[in-house]
């Protein structure tokens, strides 16, 4: 079971199955402003979104960036404020896209495959998504 605490510039994650705290997020590559959620991919890589940022961060256990993906805008790949954020049983990395009011889907690698939703209360339709699961 794992756990996470999110702070203003940093997540501090807890995997209490395997004995593992690390805190990341400090200034250059790795910087968070603002983490808002975390899940673990297939091969032990910690994904988190890293909302005011505008961008998806892939760390190793020990908090160094494998790499990161996204910036702020509206187009394919893009961000406005990611809340959310899990990997599903192909690894796919999917994403609460929330001021875009969608959810957006990645390659295991932060390759742009799908998304879908717009801004409404129709089928398919979103207001501010905040998690993802």
């Known amino acids: 079971m794992w756990r996470a605490l999110f702070l203003a510039k940093s997540c501090r994650v807890v995997c209490d199955d395997v004995g593992l ?4 997020g400090s200034q250059g590559l790795g910087d ?8 673990m991919t297939h091969d ?3 994904v988190v979104a890293d ?3 505008h961008r998806i961060h892939v760390v190793r256990r ?3 960036v494998v790499y990161f993906f996204g910036s702020r805008g509206t187009a394919h790949g893009m961000f406005n404020e990611p809340c959310g954020v899990c990997v599903n049983s192909a690894g796919h990395i999917i994403v609460a896209d929330s001021l875009n009011h969608r959810v957006q ?3 295991s690698d932060g390759t742009f495959l799908r998304a879908f939703g717009s801004r409404g209360h129709a ?3 979103f207001d501010q998504p905040l998690r993802v699961c």
């Open 21 to 24: 705290e690390r805190r990341f």
């Open 32 to 39: 968070l402003n603002y983490p808002s959620d975390v899940c």
């Open 44 to 46: 032990n890589l910690i």
């Open 51 to 53: 909302r005011d940022n």
């Open 62 to 64: 020990g908090g160094a």
């Open 105 to 107: 889907m990645f390659s």
């Open 123 to 125: 089928p398919g339709q």
